[in-house]
């Protein structure tokens, strides 16, 4: 069965600089998709970035990058020059890539609140 | 490129009432998911279509929930008699399988409280 698990419930951090969150997944296929999203105050569920599997390396899109830590089952989040903007819930997802047909599993999210 | 739609935006009901929610995913975008969301936490999967047909309910509560896409376009998600643990965001979401895309995109969600 797959699972994914984001420990760090709220992270607080400054304006300008940088954050990271960490997310642990469970699967048994050799083929799965990660993805990061975001969900504003205002409800709206955003995509981020996305790593596959068999790619070594880590995916960067802005000011947003991965660190994907395949042996550990691990896929990190790090957010640079954070804004203000930037506050928000961000969850960690996965897909298994068996048959190209399974939904996203969520993690429980961490809330992210940056100050100026 | 209009996003996911979905509509109502909030609904508030008594124990017992029946909801539908209706959504309307991009253009072109063969699956179609429905997602609960309760407060503080992430979405779940309740059924997902891929065209018309149900590839996976098997997290649906099917005496009170139902799901449909009859055209493989737009869906409805009833609630047949709500309680109140089924307070939560239902969100829509969608992704082109044929396409091999595989980021799904969001629908605004409809909130729901039933009192």
């Known amino acids: 069965a797959q699972k994914v698990t984001q420990t760090q419930t709220s992270i607080s951090v400054m304006e300008k600089t940088t954050v990271t969150m960490d997310c642990v997944y469970e699967?048994?296929?050799?083929?799965?998709?990660l993805f990061w999203y975001k969900q504003t105050a205002s409800g709206e569920i955003v995509f981020l970035i996305r790593q596959d599997s068999y790619k070594k390396e880590n995916a960067t899109v802005g000011h947003y990058s991965l660190n994907f830590q395949k042996p550990k089952s691990s896929i990190g989040l790090i957010i640079t020059a954070t804004q203000i903007e930037d506050s928000a819930v961000y969850f960690c997802a996965m897909r298994e890539g068996r048959q190209g047909g399974r939904a996203l599993i969520f993690g429980t999210g961490t809330t992210v609140s940056v100050s100026p | 490129e209009a996003g996911v739609t979905q509509s109502p935006r909030y609904a508030v009901l008594q124990e017992g009432q029946a909801v539908s929610f209706w959504c309307d995913p991009i253009?072109?975008?063969?699956?179609l998911y429905w997602y609960q969301q309760p407060r503080d936490q992430g979405p779940q999967l309740l059924v997902y279509f891929r065209d018309e047909a149900v590839i996976d309910n098997s997290q649906l509560p099917s005496d009170r929930f139902s799901a449909v896409r009859p055209k493989g376009t737009n869906s409805t998600l009833k609630i047949q008699s709500a309680k109140q643990g089924d307070t939560a965001t239902y969100l829509c979401?969608?992704?082109?399988w044929g396409g091999g895309a595989e980021t799904l995109y969001f629908g605004s969600g409809t909130r729901l409280t039933v009192l």
């Open positions: 253009s072109g975008h063969d699956t």
């Open positions: 979401a969608s992704r082109d």
């Open positions: 699967t048994q296929d050799s083929s799965y998709f």
